[in-house]
């Protein structure tokens, strides 16, 4: 194992999306190099390696539409092969009548993007997509640069281009405490030692807003998901579009010979990786017989769960700290982080070195956005000497 440096640029806590966009992002604008302290033995053992994979423009949030949309961009730009990470399969979200209004606020900001996009009847949509002939719906929003995306491939890109631009990432290395020097916090105590920096990045994911914080940690709530793969299915194929369902929710797109699925659960959890819940197949199993009852018999291979992680208004939190001077956040991603990886890294590089991006509203998404003031808890800070 290699020691840790003493000092650094800066310390990014997490390896998983938050942690390798924001490291990536600050490789291409900075060469101060950093660490990236990992708790578990690998990176991306957590949400980031452990999610759908989709990428989902149609939102109605038009922040997290236009993350998503930079982030094609960029992961286009990072491909050294055509479709070698992200697979544009398109997408389409189906809706019933009463539930019609929520997909035409994700039609609006897709076209206010200039994203191609199109509405469909069901009709229309059976015919163009054999696959929907037995689905139940009434609307479909069809966005053909949607798609799948190699959440592996992705995740190393943006880690291996960080590294060789001077990051370093320390597995098995949890950081434990900040040390704070005249109210500012200037490093981070570390299961392997002290490491000193200008900037101490918090992309802890599920764990995220508590370092330093321990009387008043940020408004973040990790939520559990299910992920459920079927047993083979003639359905879909790896180029066919994603099916997302508003209303009750509902996902499913091509993995291998069958389908990965989500019931779209949301239970607030505690940090970790967290039991599957039987309720979860039952919720599943409801889900279809309303959208598609022929997948009723539906057999299933394999599930998981794993956690969303959400501030109050559901957006990220990315900015500097409220209250502790040289902590900057990178976290609150929810269920988008993927997609918006490379636009939430690039934002936080622009902040963190002091840059007013004019593509994106930082305000929207500040740490500062629910601050109340904080207490400094003597627990979770050391002062250096
Ligand atoms: C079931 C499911 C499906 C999803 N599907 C999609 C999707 O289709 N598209 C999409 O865009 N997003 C999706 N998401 C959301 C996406 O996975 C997350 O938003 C994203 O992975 C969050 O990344 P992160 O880096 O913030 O957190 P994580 O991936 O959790 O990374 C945080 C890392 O920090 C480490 N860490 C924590 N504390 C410490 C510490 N003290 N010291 C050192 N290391 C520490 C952890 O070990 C972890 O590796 C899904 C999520 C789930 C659960």
Known sequence: MKPLPSTSGYIIVGAGFAGAATAWALSRRSHSGGVILEREFSFGVHASGRNAALSKLSESDSLIASLAWRTTSHIRALEESPSEILRATGGLTLCDEPHIEEVDAA??????????????TAQNAKMRFAFLRDIRFDLALWCPEEGVVDIHALLSRYLGIARRAGFTLATNCAAEELILKGGRVVGVRTSQGEIFADTVIDASGAWAGRLGRADSPLPLQPRRRHLFVSGQLDLVGASDPFVWFEDPALYFRAEGDGLL?????ETPSAPGIPPTDPAAAELLAEKLARHAPFLGDLSIRRQWACLRTFAPDRRPLIGPDPALPGLFHVSGLGGSGMMTSAAVGELAADLILGASPDWADAAQVAPGRFHSPARQSSKSSLQAE
Do not use: H, R, T, Y
């Open 107 to 120: 039609f609006a900001v897709l076209q206010s993007q200039g994203i191609a996009c199109e509405m469909l």
């Open 261 to 265: 699925l989500s019931p779209c659960d």
